[in-house]
T-cell receptor, first 113, second 110 residues
Framework: NAGVMQNPRHLVRRRGQEARLRCSPMKGHSHVYWYRQLPEEGLKFMVYLQKENIIDESGMPKERFSAEFPKEGPSILRIQQVVRGDSAAYFC???????????FGPGTRLTVL | DAKTTQPTSMDCAEGRAANLPCNHSTISGNEYVYWYRQIHSQGPQYIIHGLKNNETNEMASLIITEDRKSSTLILPHATLRDTAVYYCIADSNRDDKIIFGKGTRLHILP
């Protein structure tokens, strides 16, 4: 039973480019969460999605960041026009729904040059 | 979600039991106590959770006081691979975000 998968594991972008981070939840899980961890800081919630719906995006920056979880395929966290301050580890978690145990992926480490 | 308080760091000798305390004096009746850990450069790992009763699984034991105002995570035979930041979280059982605090940085000493 594969766990939560994230790709790429490492992503390097230049300022102004777009970053796309993918998350495939565990089999049978329909709830996805994205968290960000800035260097030497704690994990911060960004967004919570169910299939085709954004449930809570209270942690998302107002500009340049968007997330989706389509009916088919992985969840995508998209960062447009990246800046150096976007450099961080981005973690995705999934849950089956109806309970709160979230299982995390290995993360994508984004570096903005 | 109730606030939790944990020591900033702890040391434990390899092979000994590691006991990590957590205070959650404002926890409400429907909030569970969850423990996660984050080994360096990895994603957080779920360890255990409980509501009122003590819980045990293959990774750890969770002891919750009768008044539910505090709890202890016990790693029975700590190994070097248990070196990590351990997070105690009080959360109701619903689909929602996890609010991570600063956690306890546990060092297992050889």
């Amino acid at each position: 039973n594969a766990g939560v998968m994230q790709n790429p594991r490492h992503l390097v972008r230049r300022r102004g480019q777009e970053a796309r981070l993918r998350c495939s939840p565990m089999k049978g899980h329909s709830h996805v969460y994205w968290y960000r961890q800035l260097p030497e800081e704690g994990l911060k919630f960004m967004v919570y999605l169910q299939k085709e719906n954004i449930i809570d995006e209270s942690g998302m920056p107002k500009e340049r960041f968007s997330a989706e979880f389509p009916k088919e395929g992985p969840s995508i966290l998209r960062i447009q026009q990246v800046v150096r301050g976007d450099s961080a580890a981005y973690f995705c978690a999934s849950s089956p729904g109806g309970e709160d145990t979230q299982y995390f992926g290995p993360g994508t480490r984004l570096t903005v040059l | 979600d109730a606030k939790t308080t944990q020591p900033t760091s702890m040391d434990c000798a390899e092979g000994r039991a590691a006991n990590l305390p957590c205070n959650h004096s404002t926890i409400s009746g429907n909030e569970y106590v969850y423990w996660y850990r984050q080994i360096h450069s990895q994603g957080p790992q779920y360890i255990i959770h409980g509501l009122k009763n003590n819980e045990t699984n293959e990774m750890a034991s969770l002891i919750i006081t009768e008044d539910r105002k505090s709890s202890t995570l016990i790693l029975p035979h700590a190994t070097l691979r248990d070196t990590a930041v351990y997070y105690c979280i009080a959360d109701s059982n619903r689909d929602d975000k996890i609010i991570f605090g600063k956690g306890t940085r546990l060092h297992i000493l050889p």
